[in-house]
């Protein structure tokens, strides 16, 4: 209920309904979805995670977001035969470095794959390199195809990103734009580890 009063004081009120609907309605084929608003559940399939180490939360893009500290956090989701895509499959993020950091050359988002890190025995991973360019990478135990943005993410500022893997070439989108692309040679494969948001085992992102 609404009152509206002009600047002769003549006022009215009228009734108005307000529909809240979601920013983006999600795809009929979406594997997983974690918003990471206030917990880790998974809000369209099986594949629920949990917060380890000092993980938290903090304000989002919409609502909350995933916090880690670079150190020792991070969202692991068990293994799961709906996360063993060998594709083609896209995995978008909404990402915020909180800075620069040159302790390690990766810094994973979202990854799959041993506690080795993101290499041939990830079947894939999404992350940033030292200098805040993204890479991505899809492995299968073998050998690994890699493509690298030609931009560097702005610290302090939301971005999303997708990668794209259709069976023939890997694509990296920043912000809806198409910034690099590479050849894909091979399938993923070699699953059976867990799926890690904000960071790798032992490398978790800031």
Known sequence: NWLAT?????????????????????????VSWWPGDGNAN??????SGTLQGDATFASGETGQAFSFNGSNSWVQVPDSPSLEIA??????????PNGIDNSTDRWPIVWNGNSVGQNVTSPYALGLLMNNQIFATV???????????????????????????????????????????????????GYSFPFVIGGGLGSPLN
């Open 6 to 30: 002009d600047g002769c004081g003549n006022s009215n009120t009228c009734d108005q309904t307000i529909t809240v609907q979601r920013c983006v309605p999600p795809p009929s084929c979406l």
């Open 42 to 47: 998974d809000i369209v399939g099986p594949n």
């Open 87 to 96: 594709g083609p499959f896209t995995i978008e993020v909404w990402v915020q």
């Open 139 to 189: 492995g299968d135990g073998i050998a690994e195809n890699d493509v690298t943005s030609s931009v560097q993410l702005e610290p302090g500022v939301w971005h999303h990103l997708a990668f794209v893997a259709d069976g023939t070439q890997l694509s990296l989108y920043v912000n809806g734009v198409l910034d690099s692309s590479a050849p894909q040679t091979l399938t993923p494969s």
